[in-house]
């Protein structure tokens, strides 16, 4: 019993000495040009659903999916790519709208990975990958649709920037 206690408590020493990553850490290793395999190490050992970035997204895609358009809207970086896409928050609305009519939504998106890019003039920019599983009511079938889209800090928020879909 007495080797089991001192085993525990050299354990809680050891992990007691460990630093916790951070995506200031993160960024900075994006930044010197780190390995991106050590880029990818750091960013699983955070939870890349941690990032705010990441959180951003999932907002966006369960107001979409839920009819919450104004929720929606706010998460878009004003007069980005991705806000002149949608032309305006009633386009936008028509749009989905229109799209729900063949399709169901099938639970939350997934986010399944983020990149993280060199901040350039002070703004960063990441990469958020996604999935969202929709019901194809025409075809009777459900399927897997992936997508990216990039949010950036520009105004001090992470707001989405552009889509790469």
């Not at 960024?27 to 960013?43: F, H, N, P, Q, R």
């Not at 009819?67 to 028509?94: C, G, H, L, Q």
């Not at 929709?134 to 707001?159: A, H």
Request: charged share 30%; net charge neutral; with cysteine.
């Amino acid at each position: 019993m007495r080797k089991f206690i001192c085993l525990l408590l050299l354990v809680q020493l050891i992990s007691c000495g460990e630093t916790k990553i951070t995506w200031d850490d993160v960024y900075k290793m994006v930044d010197t040009g780190e390995l991106k395999s050590k880029i990818d190490e750091a960013v699983a050992s955070i939870d890349p659903l941690s990032h705010p970035g990441a959180k951003v997204v999932e907002d966006y895609l369960k107001a979409v999916t839920s009819s919450d358009y104004d929720t929606a809207w706010s998460k878009i970086e004003s007069n980005s790519p991705f806000m002149t896409a949608n032309v305006s928050k009633k386009e936008m609305e028509r749009s989905f709208e229109a799209a729900k009519v063949k399709q169901r939504y099938e639970g939350g998106a997934t986010i399944t990975d983020v990149e993280i890019k060199k901040a350039m003039a002070g703004v960063r920019m990441i990469k958020v990958h996604f999935s969202l599983k929709i019901f194809d009511k025409v075809r009777n079938e459900l399927f897997d649709s992936k997508g990216v889209y990039t949010v950036s800090n520009l105004t001090g928020n992470w707001l989405i920037f552009s889509s790469d879909l």
